[in-house]
């Protein structure tokens, strides 16, 4: 069960933009065995651990298409899952409402930046336990679906950036970095004392 995978995981340090493997497309799973669900655990416990609401494999180093989410729709339902090959279906015409609001990545840490995304979206694929999954999300839900599969895609939010825009947020990471170890969050983010 989905549940189980939710705790008992390894804590694995999170790869950041700039790595290869975030900036390429991943290979389609097809193979659903102990392995992956054990990857998945190990997500869930290093996402929770980086206080996310999702984790995509590349962002532990591993070209595969696979994320996890643990994230609240618009009327705070917490909605988890792990979801293999996906694919997002987006509103179109006059059912596609954009909403900008501030967007940030565990492979980016510490930068946000306002990013206008459709305000609810469709996930269809495959659970790790090789059953087809369908997940619809509004609000913060629809953004991580959206943010995550992306991830798949090797597309890292800020590649939908305006160039100044982008800019701003390299900044911003960059002024924070000294807070995050190499392998955060397997050794914790670091207080302003710390530093």
Known sequence: ?????????????????????????????????????????????????AEGVGLAATQVGLGISLFVFRCPDLDGRLVS????NPVVTLPSGDERNLESTDEGCLSLPGGFQPLARPDHATCTGID??????????????????QHETDHLDGVVFGDRLSSRTRKKLYEQADSLKHLYPADWPVSPKLTSADG
């Open 1 to 49: 069960m989905l549940e189980d995978l939710m705790e008992g995981g390894s804590i694995r340090p999170i790869t950041r933009w700039g790595e290869p493997v975030m900036h390429a497309k991943t290979e389609l799973i097809e193979v659903f065995d102990d392995a992956l669900r054990e990857l998945a655990r190990d997500m869930f416990a290093t996402m929770d651990a």
């Open 81 to 84: 899952g792990a979801i293999c």
């Open 128 to 145: 790790v336990f090789g059953e087809p999954v369908t997940v619809a999300g509004t609000g913060l839900l629809a953004r991580c679906l």
